[in-house]
């Protein structure tokens, strides 16, 4: 197939794969040959749909992993892009706003889980992992300025990712992710998931007193609380399932934060900006952070974009000598800012964030049944628009496959038959569709998914 690139220049999707082997970096875990797989290189996208080089055209199950929230030919998205681009494109050198920047900070603010009330200053970056680090870096030096420059570590989870940046990197909990990055920096201290499947603690929810939540009481004594400045966790553990924390876990660890002077951070890089049908996992569970991280969504992917959410008394500190020694060129992109206008416009005026509800009550349905049709299916996990499940050999001993791998290539497989792009993640199988999904595009992805399943079973059991 032939492959028009720009202006006079047009390749074969063999010339294309070759140029891409030689000259592109495949990197998160990817061979240079992945390059030639379906649905690698996509020439043309559409609504949730996009083309590959070979001409097969796929229903994205995680719509950009979890990013694409708005579709992937938005025109109320593209048309404030370019009339950005045209009029005020470029970001004032060392700092500095423009209008539509102002603006968005301040309809992000308003749509914080305390509705504009504490968490009201808006940092940019570029990246989940720039928002994450970005906190990291507030936390460490609102301590000092407070004249409690002991105060620098972060305790996150196991099993939670926060990002590929060092700080970022360093409270994720993904062993081979850390581990060619390694030495990493000093102060990052992970605690257990609420991971009740595989509960650490061989404890049965809810009589387990949240000991998950309890351990972050514990490792803050042990560490000693003046040397602790952050917690940050996602509510919804993507990597896990996704899987959604238990409903008091939330509160319990904003508790144990207040009582030790610990700052809480959620990273919202997924949960945030519509997903489940709320603008925050933090509104949705009830909770005022003292930082919220969005990415992906914010954006809906179309540009790079992404804000730290920082409470006033945090940055009420912030003066004199004092300033926040913080810049990415690039942050707070006048043609980024129109897009994240323009993604909240979209989601108000096509209520988006009902329809979500909808959709997710819909999907939890489908979601629900899997354990019961399938043996391969420990549990299924529903919150919002995510959709995860566990994946066993053995459900009584809750064993897992030997080779996730071989099982998730079969996953992967018979979901391009069925023209749909399926994720499996060591062991879970995450479905995030875009939040415009149709409700028999949703009826579709779970078809291939149980056909999958099918495909799993045969196989391997
Ligand atoms: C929960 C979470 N936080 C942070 C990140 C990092 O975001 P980015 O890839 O935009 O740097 C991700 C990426 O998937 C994520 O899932």
């Known amino acids: 197939m032939k492959i028009k690139i720009a202006k006079g220049i047009e390749k074969t999707s063999e010339e294309l794969i070759k140029l891409a082997q030689k000259y592109t970096w495949f990197v998160n ?139 970022a990197v360093s409270a994720s909990g993904f062993t081979f992710r850390r581990v060619g ?43 000693d609380p003046s040397t602790v400045a952050a917690w940050i966790g996602d509510l919804v553990i993507t990597a ?25 951070i959620v990273d919202e890089v997924i949960t945030g900006w519509g997903r489940m049908g709320t603008w925050t996992a933090s509104e949705y569970y009830g909770i005022v952070p003292d930082m919220l991280t969005l990415a992906k969504g914010v954006s809906a992917l179309y540009v790079p974009l992404s804000v730290t959410v920082v409470k006033d008394d945090i940055t009420r500190v912030f003066t004199g000598k ?23 416009e979209y989601i108000e005026e096509h209520n988006i964030l009902e329809e979500v509800k909808r959709k997710g009550a819909l999907g939890k349905a489908e979601n629900d049944k899997l354990p019961q049709e399938f043996k391969c299916v420990g549990a299924a996990y529903s919150i919002g628009l995510e959709f995860g499940m566990q994946l066993v050999k053995d459900r009584e001993k809750r064993e897992k496959f030997p080779d996730e791998d071989a099982m998730g290539k079969v996953l992967v497989e018979t979901g391009r038959k069925q023209g749909v792009l399926i994720y499996p993640f060591h062991g879970s199988v995450g479905t995030m569709p875009s939040l415009i999904v149709t409700d028999d595009e949703l009826l579709k992805l779970f078809h291939a998914l149980r056909e999958g399943l099918r495909a799993v079973e045969r196989r391997f059991l």
């Open 181 to 223: 990055a390694e030495p990493l920096p000093p102060g990052f201290i992970h605690m257990n998931p609420p991971q009740c499947y595989y509960c650490p603690y061989k404890m049965i929810y809810p009589d387990c007193n949240l000991e998950c939540a309890e351990e972050l009481a514990r490792l803050i004594e042990r560490e």
């Open 322 to 344: 004092n300033v926040f020694q913080h810049v990415y060129t690039m942050a707070g992109n006048p043609v980024s800012a129109a897009c994240g206008l323009a993604v909240i």
């Open 29 to 167: 875990g990817h061979e240079q040959s992945d390059f030639g797989e379906p649905g690698k290189i996509s020439v043309s996208q559409s609504g949730n749909y996009l083309t590959d080089i070979y001409g097969n055209t796929y229903l994205e199950g995680l719509s950009g992993f979890a990013g694409c929230t708005l579709g992937r030919s938005n025109s109320h998205i593209i048309e404030a892009i370019v009339e950005e681009l045209r009029t005020n494109p470029i970001v004032i050198s060392g700092g500095g706003a423009t209008p539509k920047q102002i603006l968005l900070s301040q309809k992000i603010a308003e749509r914080m889980p305390d509705k504009g009330e504490h968490l009201n200053h808006v940092c940019y970056g570029m990246s989940g992992s720039d928002a994450n680090e970005t906190a990291f870096k507030i936390a460490r030096q609102y301590w000092k300025i407070q004249g409690q420059s002991t105060k620098y570590k972060v305790i996150s989870r196991w099993g939670s990712y926060h990002g590929c940046h060092l700080g």
């Open 240 to 264: 896990l399932g996704p899987l959604p924390v238990p409903p008091e876990y939330p509160r319990r660890i904003r508790e144990i934060c207040d009582k030790y002077g610990v700052l809480m």
